[in-house]
């Protein structure tokens, strides 16, 4: 386990993915870890299957560097993914150090992290695929089992700290949680906040 080294809970990596995780060729670095318990999430039956393998910045580097081509010729890089990435700020930090500035970082996050966290995360991450669930928040306590609170804080602070062209809010329809009306207030409420860049998707229940 983490002795306190700078680790990352890596469950796999996904390489050559294009235009689902940010710019460009990207692959996907699933980690474990997250505060929320989402009725339909598919992490946690991954992690049934698989344990994390705990890895440095220079094991992930050295492990993602064969497609250094392909993302500087395309402007990718890796995606932080699978559970919650801004958990691990601190190691996302540290490989921008060892990558440098070539490769594009994008984080998947719930945003249901410490402030703290995302404040580290600001000056490593390039791209937020800002997963939002719904901005009501008694679906959100429903669906997630947690309170929506640090979230509205979290978009407030991601909101005032960088362009709204590096933020991309997904919207879901959470089959049997929310309604098309649900996703159109939370819109709304994240249009006002200044967030333009907007993906509205249907979960699917395997
Ligand atoms: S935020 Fe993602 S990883 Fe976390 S419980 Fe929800 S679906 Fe699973």
Not at 7 to 23: F, I, K, N, V
Not at 96 to 105: F, I, P, S, V, Y
Not at 136 to 142: T, V
């Amino acid at each position: 386990m983490n002795n306190g080294e700078n680790l990352y809970p890596l469950l796999q990596l996904e390489r050559l993915r294009m235009e689902t995780d940010g710019p460009g060729v990207t692959t996907l670095v699933a980690g474990a870890g997250c505060p929320l318990k989402c009725v339909y999430c598919l992490n946690k039956r991954i992690l049934k299957e698989k344990t994390p393998e705990w890895v440095t910045p220079d094991e992930l580097f050295r492990r993602t560097c064969i497609d250094d081509l392909y993302f500087q010729a395309t402007g990718g890089g890796l995606c932080f993914g699978g559970g919650e990435s801004l958990l691990h700020a601190r190691f996302i930090s540290a490989f921008r150090e060892k990558c440098g500035d070539a490769w594009k970082l994008t984080a998947e996050t719930s945003l249901h992290v410490p402030a703290v966290q995302l404040k580290t995360a600001i000056g490593a991450v390039d791209h937020y695929l800002v997963d939002i669930k719904t901005l009501d928040p008694d679906i959100y306590r429903k669906y997630t089992g947690a309170d929506l609170d640090p979230v509205l804080h979290n978009l407030k602070l991601l909101a005032g700290a960088v362009l709204p062209e590096r933020v991309t809010v997904r919207i879901p329809l959470i089959p049997s949680y929310n309604d098309e009306a649900d996703r159109r207030r939370s819109e709304g409420l994240l249009a006002a906040m200044g967030f333009t860049t907007f993906d509205f998707f249907t979960y699917r229940i395997l």
